[in-house]
Antibody, heavy 117, light 108 residues
Framework: QVQLVESGGGVVQPGRSLRLSCEAS????????MHWVRQAPGKGLEWVAV????????YYADSVKGRFTVSRDNSRNTVYLQMDSLRAEDTAVYYC??????????WGLGTLVTVSS | DIQMTQSPSSLSASVGDRVTITCQAS??????LNWFQQKAGTAPKLLIY???HLRTGVPSRFSGSGSGTDFTFTISSLQPEDVGVYYC??????????FGGGTKVEIK
């Protein structure tokens, strides 16, 4: 079964860190780039970061640049999002999405991150 | 940065109605425009890619058209299960994604 499963979300205080994971199954993970996209409560979709299939290229939204780091372990079929210096405005459901060609065609169910004191 | 302007932000229509959503890019994006459906509490689902290509398994009442800066998404006959929020999305040269603001579709 082709799927993505995110984990690692939770409640964290402002200024603290959290690492999200996204585990892929059912396809050749190492052949595809991955996006992270987030959605604040009641809001639209906001792109966060991208990493190419081999990790050779990474790019971030301005809102998270310098605080978030995307990485991947192709031996574990997993992509990560390390989130440091978290702010209240980072509160959102975080989705990972597979890139097929240039298209984010497969999305996980999401994991909720709440930044609150 | 390319901006995506989607309209309307919400609409209410009757079952069987034809529904149209538009998305305008701030610069020419050729055909590289995708449409997603998001039902309440679920992840976005890809419906249309490269402006007009229907993803396998997606009902044929969904369609897309356009190129350059102006794009249209149509539901030819609205069904109760089509309730949700629809987003257009483009990808820039750095592989960043930009989404439209979304259109909430409800049944009248």
């Amino acid at each position: 079964q082709v799927q993505l499963v995110e984990s690692g979300g939770g409640v964290v205080q402002p200024g603290r860190s959290l690492r999200l994971s996204c585990e892929a199954s059912g396809y050749t993970f190492s052949s595809h780039g991955m996006h992270w996209v987030r959605q604040a409560p009641g809001k639209g979709l906001e792109w966060v970061a991208v990493i190419w299939f081999d990790g050779s290229y990474r790019y971030y939204a301005d809102s998270v640049k310098g605080r978030f780091t995307v990485s991947r372990d192709n031996s574990r079929n997993t992509v990560y999002l390390q989130m440091d210096s978290l702010r209240a405005e980072d509160t959102a459901v975080y989705y990972c999405a597979r890139i097929l060609g240039t298209i984010p065609d497969l999305w996980g169910l999401g994991t909720l991150v709440t930044v609150s004191s | 940065d390319i901006q995506m302007t989607q309209s309307p932000s919400s609409l209410s229509a009757s079952v069987g109605d034809r529904v149209t959503i538009t998305c305008q890019a701030s610069q020419d994006i050729s055909k590289y425009l995708n449409w997603f459906q998001q039902k309440a509490g679920t992840a976005p689902k890809l419906l249309i890619y490269d402006a007009s290509h229907l993803r396998t398994g997606v009902p044929s009442r969904f369609s897309g058209s356009g190129s350059g800066t102006d794009f249209t998404f149509t539901i030819s006959s609205l069904q109760p299960e089509d309730v949700g929020v629809y987003y257009c999305q483009q990808r820039d040269s750095l592989s960043a994604l930009t989404f439209g603001g979304g259109t909430k579709v409800e049944i009248k």
